[in-house]
Nanobody
Framework: QGQLVESGGGLVQAGGSLRLSCAPSGRTFSSLPMGWFRQAPGKEREFVAA????????SYADSVKGRFTISRDNAKNTVPLQMNSLKPEDTAVYYC???????????????????WGQGTQVTVSS
């Protein structure tokens, strides 16, 4: 059974950028649809971005559209999330997830995913 490991979180000023990465440990996730979610203090975990198995299709939450970019590097078996023009309201713990399916498409529901990482903290100061 594999795990997902997030990295790249930290403290950044509003308007700055961060690049999160999600890498597997123990198995390959290069053929699975992947997603990024986040959870702010006192709030429920919410969808951020998702990418299909091939990387040809992506989906974004309206709140991050135009600022965040999800991609995948199947050779390196990683799924980066590039976050630009960060806002204080982007402050949260960010989680990556993988869905165990051979189907194409993207998935925006937490319940669709089978594997989760432990999360990485992103803090945006005003």
């Amino acid at each position: 059974q594999g795990q997902l490991v997030e990295s790249g979180g930290g403290l950044v000023q509003a308007g700055g950028s961060l690049r999160l990465s999600c890498a597997p440990s123990g198995r390959t996730f290069s053929s699975l649809p992947m997603g990024w979610f986040r959870q702010a203090p006192g709030k429920e975990r919410e969808f951020v971005a998702a990418i299909s198995r091939s990387g040809a299709t992506t989906s974004y939450a309206d709140s991050v559209k135009g600022r965040f970019t999800i991609s995948r590097d199947n050779a390196k078996n990683t799924v980066p999330l590039q976050m630009n023009s960060l806002k204080p309201e982007d402050t949260a713990v960010y989680y990556c997830a993988a869905k165990n399916t051979i189907n194409s498409g993207t998935y925006t529901s937490m319940k669709a995913y089978d594997y989760w990482g432990q999360g990485t903290q992103v803090t945006v100061s005003s």
